[in-house]
């Protein structure tokens, strides 16, 4: 990779169904009922249901791994949770979305990455950043 402070990185998308949930949900063995019933998820002040806040952190680095072409580039990822991905129960789910830009090479050569992580157009992740090494 050849990148150089400001390069902005494709946009990568990721569609998330119900039926990623439950995927999910047997994967991380977090089968909380606000990701898969939208009576609890509602009973509790959530607008339905929602990704699994780990799942949507997952999305953005596969984007960041993607980006990399290697999976073991990653040296440091962080993010913080700023709102739910809302998942409707139909066969089209929901989309999320991850744009990423350049900030910084450091001295090692390694790229600061921040990334802007989104669905809807509204920002579910925020400080979102990734630490990689340069192939």
């Known amino acids: 990779m050849s990148w150089e402070q400001g390069t902005q990185l494709p946009v990568q998308t990721y569609r998330v169904t119900r039926a990623d949930l439950v995927r999910y949900a047997g994967a991380s063995g977090d089968f909380n009922p606000i990701h898969w019933s939208d009576r609890v998820a509602t009973s509790v002040g959530l607008p339905g249901v929602i990704a699994h806040g780990m799942f949507t952190m997952a999305l953005a680095g596969r984007a960041v791994t993607t980006w990399t072409g290697d999976a073991g580039s990653v040296v440091e990822y962080n993010v913080r949770f700023a709102r739910p991905v809302v998942v409707p129960d139909d066969d089209e789910g929901t989309e999320v979305q991850v744009a ?36």
Not at 102 to 125: H, M, S
């Open 100 to 135: 990423g830009v350049v900030k910084a090479i450091d001295d090692e050569g390694r790229a600061q990455l921040d990334l802007t992580v989104t669905c809807g157009g509204e920002k579910v992740l925020t400080q979102a950043k990734a630490l990689v090494r340069r192939g």
